[in-house]
Structure formats: C-alpha cells, structure tokens
C-alpha cells in the first residue's frame, strides 16, 4: 500500500554494490507502493558490510501496472544474478508481492532464502477501502485493485517455493501516515501495522514468522528488524526473542 508523504517514488534509481569475486550470495532489495530504494537503503549498507552483493531495485509503482512492473524487474535481474551463486529477496509491503511473481517465472531462483516485511500476502482490505472512498480512489496506485482481499493477481499467483520468512508489525497507527488514519476503519480494528492486517502477510508454507513493534511504513530502518533479516538469511529462521509467536 502506499506509504506517503515518507518518501516520494521513482522510475528507475536502482543501485548495485561493488562486485567483489569472493561474493558468493547475492540479494535483491525491493521496496514498497510509493517507495524508492532510498527506503531499502540502510538494509543495503548493512548487507554490503556483511559481504553480500546487493541490487537495490527501483521501479514505478504509482503508475505502471503488475505485469509492466514485472517485467521491468525480471530484466534487470537477469541480467545481473550470476545463476552459480545463491540469490535471496528481501521484499517490503508490496515488494513481496513482486517477488512472488518474480519466482513464478524463474524457478531456478528459489535456492536461496527470501524475507517479506509486511507483505499483504493475502491482500489488505486498507486497499478496499481506498478504492471505495472517491478522496482516495482518484490518487492511489494503479496495483492498489490488485491488492484487495481476493484479487485475482492473488489468487494466481502461487506460494513461494522459495524458503520463506515473514516479519509483520503491529503498531496500527502514525499521525503522520495518512493511510494509518483510517486503518481502523478499514479494517474493524484488526490486529496489524497500520496498513497490512497481521493475519494477511503470513503464507502457509512459510518457514518463520514473527511480529515486531513496527508500523508498516517504518520498518526497514529499525535496527533490529534489519538483524532479523539477516539472521534469516544466514539461518533459516529468526532469533529465539521473537518466539513463539502469539496472536
């Protein structure tokens, strides 16, 4: 869902670490509705000193429909992954969402290790609600339909294969996120981070969930998240503090 006025989209201003030849994991970061790299940037520098190789995508989400966004994004990744090394995804809201698409046409890409942040796996009635009200119909992304509780993009689209983590916030409101004013509203007061319910990030063959005290638009800069995500990469699973989940 979009997240504005925190950062303002973009075309095309992705960027791509150094190649190093002793690089043997790569990872590509893709951001959220009305996002750009910038906001997926502090998770770049932190798996740039880790030692990964990481392509920072950037793509037009306000404007370009699911299947042109696609289509944009599977061309710069293959052109860039080296296929004899590991690749993972790490996806915000609906950065997710293109990943799920983006491993349904490639396979071959679910050796490695992906983490969803927020992800509306199983759609948000937030974009319901958007679509239903004409103050906020007029001005939301074209792929805000395709995020609706039941689309048929999300009905289509399969589970990933790919060994999966899902980390969800639950800190439903920000005074200065629009879109968290009306979550309640949206959503009868259900539990989630402001614009995703809890219950609609998750997939049912993934491999951990936990939730974390985040809102949805926050995330990706908070530190621990951020070792979260890496800790799963490295691991398979998430830190033992997070756990058992309880909802």
Request: glycine share 8%; with cysteine.
């Amino acid at each position: 869902m979009p997240e504005l006025p925190v950062d303002s989209a973009c075309n095309d201003t992705s960027e791509v670490s150094n190649q190093d030849t002793a690089v043997t994991h790569q990872v590509v970061l893709l951001h959220g509705l009305g996002r750009s790299p910038r906001s997926m940037k502090k998770l770049q520098h932190t798996l740039e000193n880790d030692g990964y190789l990481v392509r920072n995508l950037g793509y037009n989400s306000l404007l370009d429909s699911y299947q042109e966004i696609l289509e944009a994004l599977d061309n710069k990744i293959s052109e860039w992954v080296n296929p004899h090394w590991p690749i993972h995804f790490v996806g915000h809201s609906f950065g997710g969402i293109l990943i799920r698409g983006l491993l349904a046409r490639h396979p071959e890409w679910n050796k490695g290790r992906c983490v969803m942040l927020g992800s509306p796996n199983k759609g948000t009635k937030t974009a319901s609600f958007m679509l239903s009200h004409w103050w906020f119909r007029h001005f939301v992304p074209k792929v805000t339909s395709d995020l609706t509780p039941g689309s048929e993009l999300l009905n289509s689209l399969p589970e990933p294969e790919i060994e999966t983590g899902i980390i969800a916030g639950n800190v439903n409101y920000s005074i200065v996120i629009p879109v968290s004013w009306y979550y309640k509203r949206a959503t009868g007061n259900e539990p989630g981070d402001g614009v995703v319910e809890l219950s609609n990030t998750q997939c049912s063959n993934m491999a951990d969930f936990i939730i974390m005290p985040l809102h949805h638009s926050f995330m990706t800069w908070d530190s621990e998240l951020l070792k979260q995500v890496i800790h799963f990469i490295e691991n398979g699973h998430f830190t033992d503090e997070y756990q058992p989940v309880t909802q």
